[in-house]
């Protein structure tokens, strides 16, 4: 009788394995262990049989009992989940897709490229420098004297001395980008150099360790202040599409003689006075000036052939006047919901 049992276990546990889905495992099941299955049956007919052998037969049989009954929920768990997998919720094709997220330029690159667009169509070329820079790039070659107080103007983040003969730093602006450019052409020349630079300062609304500037250079025969007034006031007035108007105010740079400080009419209140502006209409917005003969000299031209203009410009500046930014730490930030309305 033992043998028996066994045998019908076995069969039944095959016939479970072998099931395709929910419905035919049931149906095992039901045909062994329902209530006229066979297993059910034949343990019903126990009683019948003589005690001596009704106990080893009763044992075989709940002992199959339940090994069958694993093995069914078992199944039933395997098939329930790959008739989930196969995806049994019904699937519309013409459903629209998930949109994929899409990326875009930070604000600055905006106006970067932007300015890029506007100094091309009036004929300068885009340099680029790199951000290490060797101390005769950043300052001597600018004419920044190695005691002159000037040098203390650029707070600067100097690298580690290695092996090199020359002291390496973090560029604190554009400006060495005119050393390396003029070095290697000749005039006449019109580039800008937009580039990243930074200083050894604290940060505060107006002021990053990090910031983007974009250098100016135009030399030629004769060029004067007044080319300069006309090209940076035609770039402003289509960065802003407003019109502007650009006043110069003597200042001092070492590498630009005579030097100006550039103030264009405001472009948030059309220069009637506001709260950005300081209510007198105007904006300091850059340095620059007349390219200093030694500077030419540095690169080897000759100052009695050639005359020129430089200017630097924030382009965070540029950017927060643009968009109404008025903390230049949201551009590094890195909050998306700042990020997101540009
Ligand atoms: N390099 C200056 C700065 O970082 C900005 C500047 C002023 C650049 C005058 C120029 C210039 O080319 O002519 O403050």
């Known amino acids: 009788m033992a043998l ?50 009704r106990k080893s037969a009763g044992k075989a049989a709940n002992e199959a009992k339940a090994t069958l009954s694993i093995v069914f929920e078992e199944q039933k768990k395997k098939l ?15 459903a629209p897709g998930t949109r994929i ?57 100097w690298l580690k001395p290695q092996n090199q003969r020359e002291r390496l730093l973090l560029r604190t602006h554009t400006s060495p980008v005119q050393i390396r450019y003029m070095e290697s052409h000749e005039p006449p020349l019109r580039i800008i150099s937009p580039g990243r630079c930074f200083r050894y300062e604290a940060t505060d609304a107006s002021h990053e360790f990090n910031f983007y500037q974009l250098e100016g250079l135009m030399v030629g025969k004769d060029v ?65 000036g007349m390219v200093h003969p030694n500077v030419l000299k540095a690169v080897g031209y000759n100052p009695k052939d050639w005359t020129g203009f430089a200017f630097g410009v924030g382009i965070e ?5 643009k968009y109404r930014v008025n903390d230049i730490r949201l551009f590094f930030g890195g909050d998306l919901k700042f990020l997101q309305q540009f």
């Open 4 to 53: 028996n049992v066994k045998t019908l276990e076995n069969r039944a546990k095959k016939t479970l394995l072998e099931a395709q889905d929910l419905e035919q495992l049931e149906g095992v099941f039901k045909q062994y262990l329902g209530s006229k299955g066979e297993l059910t049956l034949f343990l019903r007919s126990l009683a019948k049989l003589p005690k001596a052998k």
């Open 80 to 94: 329930q989940k790959g008739s989930a997998q196969k995806g049994q919720e019904p699937f519309d094709v013409t």
């Open 101 to 157: 997220e899409r990326g875009h330029l930070h604000p600055i690159t905006l106006v970067q490229r932007r300015a890029e667009n506007i100094f091309r169509s009036m004929g300068f070329e885009i340099a680029q420098g790199p951000e290490i820079e060797t101390e005769w790039y950043n300052f001597d070659a600018l004419n920044i004297a190695k005691d002159h107080p000037a040098r203390d103007m650029w707070d600067t983040f």
């Open 224 to 288: 004067t202040a007044s080319n300069f007034k006309a090209v940076i006031q035609e770039f402003l007035t289509r960065l802003f599409a407003k019109p502007v108007t650009v006043r110069l105010r003597p200042t001092y740079f070492p590498f630009t003689e005579p030097s100006f400080e550039v103030d264009a009419s405001c472009v948030i209140c059309q220069a009637k006075g506001c709260s950005v502006c300081g209510g007198d209409g105007w904006l300091e917005l850059m340095g620059a």
């Open 317 to 321: 500046r540029l950017a927060m006047l």
